[in-house]
């Protein structure tokens, strides 16, 4: 069973090396088309064993990815961008499920890693990446092309897997980010007039404007994205659309519409933890706190992996129980508060918050030596918070 790698690229040389390594162990052919490159992109390519084709870049990512499958010879075809990577064991699961007769396809979860200061620590997006050679297996629309439907159209089946890729998304730069969502911004209005009734279309449009930060285009696209749907459009997508908006309104302060937003995603996507989140956040803003601890019990059962679910999301489980800690404390539960916040130092006993607080719950409950220890080890970790230091000091004025 030949097996073919498949990527278009263009000045991909901090990245592409990486992952091509990741793939010369379990592929047999690698087919790389170069758009343009003016760096050494095509001299890297080269040296890990890949084929060069090169292809004029004419505003549209199926053409370019059409010719990489115009050159490939393998029986199975995996395509993959160069600021991904695939790891031993999931190489291990793709060369498994190849094997397998009756599918024409497979899906992979797509794993984004988040900035370290955000509340999920990592995206999971569900795509068909692995599929047979087909003449009729083409990739569709200019921009955030898709193989699926024209496996769909011959009735081809296609296998749900667990196969994780791994995709470094804050490798770009700022600036770089910026410019590929404006030029994505730029295909997407085009394709728009192409397509006006294609939600998916109308989908992408909204996370670029969302990506822009201009919120008011982006709820806009979203809500357009909804009215377009006509059935055919993957319920974990209208998840993804609802999820946006319930953000988009938390943020700008509609808490009826986030509410309403937050609810819906669970009914089509039930693996998304962050539904729980953002009802949790809603209640603790309106000193619902009990409310706000179900919801949160809610989020972390999803996110390790509870009732057979994979979560399509990974929350910061430091500052979940850091949450959930507060809620309790807010409650008077000073005994479930201090838990929650030992909860939260073991999974990242490097933040001083949780040793803080943890101290004030200590303090609470007349443990004095037990709230001078947190209050000094909150002390070593950062020497500037001054409500430690004054919480060291009545704990020496009362013992």
């Known amino acids: 069973m030949r097996f073919s790698a498949c990527l278009i690229v263009k000045n991909e040389s901090l990245l592409l ?10 592929v047999d052919e690698i087919i790389v088309v170069d758009t343009g490159s003016t760096d050494n992109t095509i001299e890297i390519a080269h040296s890990h064993g890949a084929q060069v084709k090169y292809f004029t870049w004419i505003d549209d990512f199926s053409a370019a990815r059409n010719e990489s499958l115009r050159h490939a010879r393998g029986d199975w075809i995996l395509y993959i961008d160069a600021d991904e990577v695939i790891d031993s064991v999931n190489a291990g699961k793709i060369r498994r499920v190849i094997t ?10 797509q794993c984004i890693p988040q900035q370290a200061e955000n509340i999920v620590t990592a995206f999971y997006i569900e795509y068909c990446r692995l599929f047979r050679r087909h003449p009729a297996i083409r990739f569709e629309g200019a921009i955030h092309e898709q193989i699926l439907p024209s496996i769909e159209r011959i009735g081809g089946k296609v296998l749900r897997t667990d196969i994780v890729i791994h995709h470094w998304a804050y490798a770009a730069t700022e600036d770089k980010k910026r410019c590929r969502a404006e030029r994505n911004l730029r295909y997407l209005l085009a394709e728009v ?8 279309v109308h989908f992408n449009l909204g996370m670029t404007y969302r990506e822009l930060r201009q ?15 006509d059935g055919h459009i993957k319920r974990e997508l209208i998840g993804q659309i609802h999820l946006s908006l319930a953000k988009l309104y938390l943020e700008s302060g509609n ?17 998304n933890p962050l539904s729980y989140y953002i009802l949790a956040t809603l209640a603790v803003t309106n000193n619902q706190f009990n409310t706000a601890i179900k919801y949160l019990e ?5 996110t390790k992996g509870k009732e057979e679910l994979s979560p399509n999301a990974d929350l910061n489980m430091s500052r979940i129980y850091l949450e959930l800690g507060c809620c309790r404390s807010a409650t008077g539960d000073y005994q479930g508060a201090e838990a929650e916040f030992t909860r ?4 990242n006993a490097s933040v001083a918050l949780p040793h803080l607080l943890l101290g004030n719950c200590r303090f609470m409950r007349g443990d004095l030596a037990g709230a001078r220890d947190m209050y000094e080890r909150t002390l070593v970790l950062d020497p500037s918070r001054e409500d430690a230091q004054r919480g060291l000091a009545l704990c020496c004025r009362r013992e």
């Open 298 to 302: 809610g989020a972390i059962q999803i």
């Open 255 to 271: 808490s009826a519409k986030t509410a309403y937003h937050a609810h819906q995603i669970s009914t089509y996507e039930p693996d």
């Open 193 to 200: 007039k192409r397509v006006p009734d294609d939600p998916f």
């Open 17 to 26: 090396s990486r992952c091509l390594e990741s793939l010369r162990s379990f």
């Open 344 to 347: 939260s130092i073991e999974c």
């Open 100 to 109: 397998q007769k009756d599918i024409m396809g497979a899906t992979v979860r």
């Open 215 to 229: 919120q008011d285009m982006a709820i806009r696209s979203f809500h357009r994205a909804l009215d377009k749907d």
